[in-house]
């Protein structure tokens, strides 16, 4: 049984895109078919030699710009009034927890969509011969080698919302990456750039159908439902607030088996902020099953390390789980004597194999993937 989650919350995001820019990329940020801002980066380098002097040039730039010729309101957070480079005023640089809103300082575009955003600037010259060296390096920008947040303010039909662009830029300009956005669907109203992180607290086994785990934010979130859940192997039968940062979820589970429950990007409402997703997997069992024997500890496992293929050899029928060293299931095999477990797509490392049923606790050992 799947639940699919209610859409609520002002905050739209995008998703993680991390999207190249070479050399203009164009967003369209709330997918209405209007394009909103541009993204510009161009690097260039030469060389040559003349009467015995060596000469080195490099300049690059990386830009935003409004992609509409009529909306100012299309604009973004820049350092300052008066701050300006060779191609325009410096975008400002945002850390997380930063507020975007009409309150800001200092916002490009307001008398023109003609200027340029300044994400980082670099300007190299080197000139060397015999007798003398000459260097000249210049470089400035809130991106110079650094991954940031652009307060942006943009026009849906006549209304304003606000928002942010996440961007990387290398120190020499390539590569310029867009990680991802988000907007504030309410016009006029602010957003906080960053993300607040759910975790769900739980123990890998559950012996019962009926189990409550704990589920966290690093920040308040509120509006938080059964419906707001995606489960695979059950339902959410409750949701109990302890704080507005710590909630305790009831799972109905469908039956013996893995049980996966997802919370979404946005399902829980953040105050100005994207709710980041998060995802819990763990088993039930010692449910009653057709495993009625017990588990011969030690049981077979070979070879240790392994490169390709694990095999297990059990003296009666039990269930097979591959774990890695935190606990996290990778692989489950169900009611078998014998398996032969692919495990070649597995990273080198230390992994354990635990052997269970209905009977008995839970075996577990180690092995190494080369």
Known sequence: MVLSPAVKGQIEYSGLKNIDVF?????????????DFVFHSMLMSTSYDSMGTHVYLLYGFALMYNFQSTLYQNSWMIRSATQSGPLGGYVHGLAENAMVDASAPYWTNTSSVDEYGVLNFIQKISVTNTTTSYYYNFQQGDFNGNEAYVGIRFQIGSEVHY?????????????VTIIDWAYNTVPDEGITTGFIMPEFNYETFYTSEEVTIGLTFDAPVSGIEPSDFMVDGGSISNVSVISSQE????IQAAGEGI???????NSAVGT???VGSTTAQFIIHNLPTSIESEITDPFRMYPNPVQDVLNIVLENRANVDILNVSGELLMSRKDVMEAAIDVSQLSPGIYMIRIWNNNTSPVTQKFIKE
Not at 23 to 35: A, G, H, T, Y
Not at 167 to 174: N, P
Not at 259 to 265: A, F, I, N, Q
């Open 259 to 265: 049980v996966t429950v997802e919370l979404p990007v």
């Open 163 to 175: 928002g942010w662009i996440r961007a990387l830029v290398s120190e020499l300009i390539l590569p």
């Open 23 to 35: 050399p203009n990329e164009i967003l369209d940020l709330d997918k209405n078919s209007v394009n």
């Open 247 to 250: 909630y305790d979820v009831t």
């Open 272 to 274: 100005g902020k994207v």
